[in-house]
């Protein structure tokens, strides 16, 4: 059995608009409860201007709950995006000061070197207030 092959998590603490990141199997995992305003940013894309097109109901289970692989899909930076001041790409969501990849409120690249959206990784909620990763 793989050591941390799955994390729980207490979301309960989270309040809207605020982002934290655990760890788990050894790679920062980005938690963001989104605002209304990140959810219909994330939501109004048209999805013919994605370099890899997701729709935002496919990369979540809760529309407030984004969950995500916190490393760079470019050359595996940690890009910016989870601190109260941090800046946040040109979509308000994350940004790769190392290349430039801008990435927005669904994880998903938007401008800069990154070939993919940022990973989801597999979870599953346990309850209204509890996250199981992996």
């Known amino acids: 059995m793989r050591a941390l092959s799955s994390v729980e998590i207490d979301l309960s603490p989270i309040e809207v608009g605020q982002a934290i990141t ?5 790679k920062p995992v980005f ?3 989104r605002t209304e305003q990140e959810i219909e940013q994330a939501r109004n894309v048209n999805l013919d201007e994605l370099r890899d ?3 935002d109901k496919d990369r979540v289970k809760k529309a407030e709950w984004l969950i995500l692989v916190g490393i760079c899909t470019h050359l595996g930076c940690i890009p910016k995006g989870q601190a ?4 946040r ?4 969501g994350w940004f790769c000061p190392c290349h430039g990849s801008h990435y ?3 994880g998903r690249i938007r ?3 990154a070939p993919l959206n940022l990973l989801v990784p597999e979870y599953v909620f346990e309850s209204d207030t509890k996250v199981k990763i992996g």
């Open 53 to 55: 097109p997701q729709a």
């Open 111 to 113: 401008k800069g070197p």
């Open 22 to 26: 655990i760890k788990w199997r050894g």
């Open 31 to 33: 938690i963001r409860r």
């Open 89 to 92: 790409g040109d979509w308000n």
């Open 84 to 87: 109260p001041g941090d800046e």
């Open 104 to 106: 927005d409120t669904s």
